[in-house]
């Protein structure tokens, strides 16, 4: 029998508590990836977060303006051509499942009580804080018309 014992803070054991770490930091960082992909691979939800970001008014809208919205946007008239079909067929599913699920997930502040909803707000977003990058030609593209590059 061997007599040896790693004490606590040995660097093994330091190193597979890192690693532990890094994991549980990944599948979390993973996890959010995955729950802001699914909030946002819906169109219903991105045309409230666009009129919201759009919309003039920083207070709070009714839900029934954004729907009017949405809805004018997915049957392609104005607003005030919406059918109160039409907008009751999107107030019901921004009501019942697309504002709990933003605002479960940060986006907006939805008062469901009042029939309000607004963007929340965000610091450190990732359009303010990281510019957008452009791909890079090769070296040997510049100033070409090279598309592909074998």
Do not use: I
Request: hydrophobic share 30%; glycine share 2%.
């Amino acid at each position: 029998m061997d007599d040896r014992v790693a004490p606590d803070d040995s660097p093994a054991r330091q190193t597979q508590r890192a690693r532990s770490a890094f994991k549980n930091q990944s599948s979390d960082a993973v996890s959010r990836a995955d729950d802001l992909f699914e909030t946002l691979a819906n169109r219903r939800r991105r045309e409230t977060l666009r009129y919201l970001r759009d919309s003039p008014a920083a207070e709070a809208v009714s839900v029934r303006e954004v729907s009017a919205h949405v809805a004018a946007w997915e049957n392609e008239v104005e607003p005030a051509a919406v059918t109160y079909k039409q907008r009751k067929r999107v107030y019901t599913a921004l009501y019942q499942s697309h504002l709990p699920k933003l605002h479960e997930h940060g986006f907006v502040e939805y008062d469901a009580d009042r029939g309000t909803v607004r963007l929340a707000p965000r610091t450190g977003s990732p359009r303010a804080s990281r510019p957008r990058r452009t791909p890079r030609r090769p070296a040997r593209c510049r100033g070409t018309s090279c598309s592909t590059v074998p």
